[in-house]
């Protein structure tokens, strides 16, 4: 194996650190502590164990996070007066609402209702558009985790090739505008895509966010490429990436883990947002 290891654990650990010195620098000036409220309908497990861990992580930075556990049955109506009580709460800095929701809910009307201010996942039409046009707002956490693990590695995407595969709303379109806005020149993959392989083996950047387990081998991997692989996929071997990790190795130069890469990222740009969302609003 010759790829350096991108250990997303310890660049998320060095992001908490910065974020609890942000947060007790915001409590001596302003006399609050930032207060993140996560909202959950049902009780999907997978949704049981992300919001544990991201009140976890607030805890450990200093700040504070309340939840709302809502019953499966909860209406759409419901759910909105919920999200708009909390956009008028002033005491409250960050609004994430998490999905899946159940299926008499329409999520994108749950998310346009978001206070953009308080957005912290950044996807509400408002901080999709900014980030469309290359203003400023809250960048949804896992394509700003993928840009923090770039800055740490210190990969000069000034005029590099870039390729993303897949075109989500949460984090393929996000991440592609993100590598625009730093001057990459950015290649939209998708299931329809002709010779796949081929066009990523172009990329000095490689960016897998599909969900199909190590869809991408040792012919998609350009020799010095740096891969970010932002799958997590759930297999008889245990959790995988897109990119098949062993062949991608003995290419790359540099390559995320999975698991251990990119997912420790997300919920560390979150309490990012979160503490630049309340910073906005003093």
Known sequence: MSARIIDG???????????????????????????????????DPASEVYVKGKHRACEEVGMRSLHHGLPAKTTENELLELVRTLGEDADVDGILVQLPVPDQIDPDRIIAAIDPAKDVDGLTPVNAGRLA????????????????LLRHEGVDLEGAEAVVIGRSKLV??????????ANATVTSCHSRTRELAAVCRRADVLIA??????????????????????GINRTDDG?????????????????TPVPGGVGPMTIAMLLVNT????RARV
């Open 9 to 43: 654990k310890a660049v998320a650990a060095g992001v908490r650190s910065r974020v609890a010195d942000g947060v007790a620098s915001f409590e001596a000036e302003n006399g609050r502590t930032p207060l993140l409220v996560t909202v959950i309908v049902g009780d």
């Open 133 to 148: 046009q290359g203003m400023p707002g809250l960048v949804s956490c896992t394509p700003s985790g993928v840009m923090e």
């Open 172 to 181: 393929g379109i996000p991440v592609a505008r993100l590598l625009l806005g």
């Open 209 to 230: 966010a599909v969900g199909v387990p190590r869809l991408l081998g040792a012919e998609a991997i350009k020799p010095g490429a740096v891969v970010i692989d932002v």
């Open 239 to 255: 959790l995988v990436g897109d990119v098949d990790f062993e062949a991608a190795s003995e290419i790359a130069a540099a390559i």
């Open 275 to 278: 503490l630049a969302a309340a």
